[in-house]
C-alpha cells in the first residue's frame, strides 16, 4: 500500500511539471488565424453574391467532381440539380442563395 501511495505520488508530480512546463509555451505560440483556413473563407464572406457564389462553386462543388460548365444547363435544368447538390455540399442559406444567384446568372440562355 506504501508502494502504491508513492507510485502514485510520482506520477503526480510527473503530471504536475508536465503541465507546468507546457503552459508557458502555449501563448507564445503563433496564433493561427482561423480566416487562414482558404477553403472556408475565400470570398464566401463578399458582399457581391456573384463573387461568393463563384468561390462557393469553385471550392464546395469541387469535392466530388470538377467543377461543371455552369452553361450546360439552363435555369430551368439547373433547379433540381442544385437541390440535390447544395445538400451534397452542405451548404447553408446564405451559401446556397449566393451559388444560385451565381448559377442562374452564368446558365444557359
Ligand atoms: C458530396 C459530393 C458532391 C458535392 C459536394 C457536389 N456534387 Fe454535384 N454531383 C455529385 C455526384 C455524385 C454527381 C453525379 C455524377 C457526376 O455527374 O459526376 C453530381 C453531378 C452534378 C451535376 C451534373 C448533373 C447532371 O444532371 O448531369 C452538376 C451540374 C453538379 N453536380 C453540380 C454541383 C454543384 C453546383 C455543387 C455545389 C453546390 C455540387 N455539384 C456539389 C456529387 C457532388
Not at 508513492?6 to 502555449?26: D, H, N
Not at 453574391?49 to 455552369?70: D, F, L, Q, S, W
Request: overall charge positive.
Amino acid at each position: 500500500m506504501k508502494k502504491l501511495a508513492g507510485l502514485f505520488f510520482v506520477a503526480a508530480v510527473v503530471i504536475f511539471s508536465c503541465t507546468r512546463k507546457a503552459a508557458p509555451t502555449i501563448p507564445n505560440r503563433p496564433v493561427e488565424p482561423v480566416a487562414g483556413n482558404k477553403a472556408d473563407t475565400a470570398d464566401f464572406s463578399s458582399s457581391n453574391p456573384m463573387v461568393a457564389g463563384r468561390a462557393i462553386y469553385e471550392i464546395k462543388c469541387t469535392k466530388c467532381h470538377k467543377a461543371k460548365n455552369v452553361a450546360d444547363w439552363t435555369q430551368d435544368e439547373w433547379k433540381p440539380i442544385l437541390n440535390s447538390m447544395v445538400k451534397k455540399a452542405k451548404l447553408n442559406d446564405l451559401q446556397i442563395s449566393q451559388v444560385t444567384q451565381y448559377v442562374n446568372a452564368n446558365a444557359k440562355k
